[in-house]
């Protein structure tokens, strides 16, 4: 049992480490495995940077669409995430250094998707296509005041398997996308004693697996979600090196792990 233990504490760490709030926060996206016309999915909850909310219709038997949306606690509250207050002043310590949270983040997208491709198979399945908005922004109150904010759009296809029965339903999603970013920094320069702006505009793909359970009554059930985000920046360039939201190569960085829990809500079609 104590080995046990040691190795969940061992798998937490990094997943409380990279589950900050930054630049870029992958989707808490609609996972629906809906099945007939009529059938309406929806789903709250929080995360470990963020509020969210989705809901699902299916027009058909065979068509379907999704929308989706969250807000970072640092647009509402005095926490970029559960683990960082923005009043937490910056450290050279290495694990505040993984923990600390940055950027206040808000996001929203629109899908449609074909539903119910195997209705006589166990497993449910479902593919959705569409593309999302976002925007980060952050003022950093220890060096000059200096100011970022960043726009972007996403594009993307997902696939999502799964079972559903009366109590119990569980499964995953993986997600395949790109972005399009508009970065703005105004920070501080000493050559002129002022602030300048800065700007840079650059792509990020992305592949986002994820894996959720929902447990409970028959429409009314809790949720549990666990997710990985890997995202590559093309053409990473290190005069974007100690800007805000960029490491010391000039990489994105972006969080890794997403963990949310909620209640989900499912009504049944004609």
């Given at each position: 049992?104590?080995i046990?233990?040691h ?6 760490i990094?997943?409380v480490l990279q ?9 808490t996206r ?8 009529g059938?309406f999915q929806?789903?709250?909850g929080v ?20 929308i ?12 970029y ?5 923005k ?5 050279s ?10 950027f ?5 997208e629109v ?17 959705f ?17 200096d ?6 759009y ?7 398997v ?13 997600r395949l ?11 501080y ?14 792509g990020?793909?992305?592949a986002?697996?994820?894996?959720f ?13 666990a ?11 290190e005069?974007l ?7 010391d190569?000039g ?6 792990f997403h963990l949310?829990?909620g209640?989900s809500?499912?009504i049944?079609?004609k």
């Amino acid at each position: 049992m104590m080995i046990m233990k040691h190795f969940f504490i061992f798998l937490a760490i990094p997943i409380v480490l990279q589950s900050c709030s930054s630049l870029y926060i992958p989707a808490t996206r609609s996972i629906p495995l809906l099945e007939k016309k009529g059938e309406f999915q929806a789903e709250a909850g929080v995360s470990t940077n963020s509020i969210y909310a989705n809901g699902s219709y299916a027009f058909t038997d065979k068509v379907a669409a999704s929308i989706n949306g969250s807000l970072s606690y640092g647009n509402f509250s005095d926490r970029y995430d559960l683990f960082t207050y923005k009043s937490d002043e910056p450290t050279s310590d290495l694990l505040w250094t993984n923990v600390s949270g940055e950027f206040s983040h808000r996001y929203g997208e629109v899908s449609v998707g074909r539903i119910n491709m195997a209705p006589t198979f166990p497993m449910k399945l479902e593919i959705f296509g569409g593309m999302g908005m976002g925007r980060a922004t952050d003022t950093d109150y220890f060096f000059d005041e200096d100011q970022y904010k960043t726009d972007y759009y996403s594009f993307f296809g997902q696939g999502n398997v799964g079972f559903k029965k009366q109590f119990f339903e569980a499964g995953g999603s993986i997600r395949l996308g790109y972005s399009y970013f508009n970065y703005t920094a105004n920070r501080y320069d000493y050559k002129s004693e002022g602030h300048v702006l800065y700007q840079k505009k650059f792509g990020v793909i992305h592949a986002e697996p994820m894996l959720f359970a929902r447990v409970g009554a028959d429409k009314l059930k809790a949720v549990f979600r666990a997710g990985i985000n890997f995202a590559l920046k093309f053409n990473p360039t290190e005069e974007l090196a100690g800007f805000r939201g960029f490491n010391d190569s000039g990489k994105l960085d972006y969080t890794m792990f997403h963990l949310s829990v909620g209640l989900s809500y499912r009504i049944g079609g004609k």
